[in-house]
DNA sequence: AATTTAAATGTCGAAATTACACTTATTGTT
DNA sequence: AACAATAAGTGTAATTTCGACATTTAAATT
């Protein structure tokens, strides 16, 4: 009917690049390529692509991820927009930045291979082209916000995970340390954590508990609005 | 150079629309306009348009708020991109949505009503076209999210105001009620308000102190993460 | 049995939060 | 001049949360 209407605007290239965060036990990290072309080939970047017409955003987002990661199906949340005139010498390009968090584990070493992917510390950070080192400084900054109110840390650990691991990443996030027995306290009074029988034996002769992340306990709680840290 | 590189990909019709609010002393409301042209025309609506080429985007939010409400400088954000494929029956457009916070009585009466456009209580929102219900919704849950860490709620007042306004305006974007010694001795602590000689008379006998919103003390409290409510 | 390792746990003071009601300043009325 | 009316302004006590801080415990190794 009425696409007559909007026929006189211009229209836009529409990139989307993917901030994809990784924990390996001590440092939060992202994953990065390096670019395999113009303009700016074989620089450090994100891992990005055009959307296309008949997928929506969301939908690009999730195949740039699954086209790097091989994996499907894991927390990403949109970032922002970013749309500076100049912000891609190669021409007007808009930019949707996703982020996304996974299992460092999980991910398909090959694939990651054939991108020249690269696990970075964030806080050693290499240059970056365009706008994505801006990029992730505001996905760190998002993410660290998110997770004081959501529980979206677990997706950053195995399934199983120490209250040690856990704390290690909370430290990680915020780059700063906490008090173990405050945090301890903290953390299983939100009862939203189950403790297993199995213990982790490799790094001490007691051994730490195994705890998993309980989402039933978690959706009754979560319309109080719980808050994490 | 590399234009070439990226001349193959889709291109993007990019819309701009935005959530406007405003707070009458009693309720939050948003500004809607009778949408001038198909496809939906005649329909509530928000502000909106085409971004173009020469323009960043948050230049064309600016430009599209200016145009509906003469004001220009005012507090704004950028809320989220919509893209679902089929979110515009028009034709394929993404949506970038924006919010803002002015004050009601600034805005210019005359271009209001070139463009059919109304205040409307937040609570009582009239069918809207598209996706646009859903991203008022967005945008409130935003706000209150911001207005708990950050000093925009003044951006919806007077220069000027009494506590009394204060409170009733935090109660409106919370769609709860505070209690008043609290409110006030909670708000008064963060040493951000000045309090004026001048009172306003016209709700009691003994009338209220107005206060102003001291962008300077804010400032050197801001690094420290200032908390609101 | 003794040693080693890291895990697990409790208390106390300070600060922040909540619940709750009376007094005060001013104007208008009798 | 006293009084009534109105909404503004203010304090305290109980509770909860937060932050700092050190010892005991479980299991494996020698």
């Known amino acids: ?28 990290k992202a994953l990065l390529i390096k670019r395999g072309f113009e ?3 074989g620089k450090w970047s994100l891992m990005g692509g055009f959307a296309a017409q008949d997928e929506s955003i ?29 912000r891609d010498p190669g021409g007007r390009v808009i930019s949707l930045a996703y ?38 400084r505001l996905a760190k900054e998002r993410l660290q916000q998110k997770v004081s109110n959501h529980p979206i840390g ?13 704390q290690a990443l909370y430290e ?18 939100l009862g939203v954590l189950q403790r297993l029988d199995e213990k982790e034996k490799a790094s001490s002769k007691k051994g730490a508990f195994y705890y998993v992340f309980d989402k039933k306990k978690y959706k009754r709680l979560e319309s109080e609005g719980i808050k994490f840290i």
Chains 1, 2 share one sequence.
């Open 58 to 86: 969301d939908q690009a987002a999730g195949r740039i991820l699954l086209n790097l990661t091989g994996l499907d199906q894991i927390y990403m949340e949109q970032l922002h927009c970013f749309g500076e005139v100049d």
């Open 39 to 41: 303009p700016e080939k």
């Open 172 to 189: 990680a996030v915020y780059e700063t340390n906490f008090d173990k027995r405050n945090f301890t306290r903290k953390i299983l009074s």
């Open 99 to 136: 982020f996304a968090l996974i299992k460092i584990d999980d991910s398909d070493g090959e694939k990651l291979e054939q991108h020249n992917a690269k696990w970075v510390d964030l806080r050693k950070l290499p240059a970056l082209i365009f706008d994505h080192r801006q990029m992730i």
């Open 154 to 166: 677990f997706e950053l650990l195995p399934h199983k995970f120490t209250l040690q691991q856990l």
């Open 1 to 28: 009917m009425s696409r007559i209407e909007y026929k006189n605007y211009d229209r836009f290239l529409l990139a989307v690049d993917c901030i994809i965060f990784g924990f390996d036990g001590n440092s939060l």
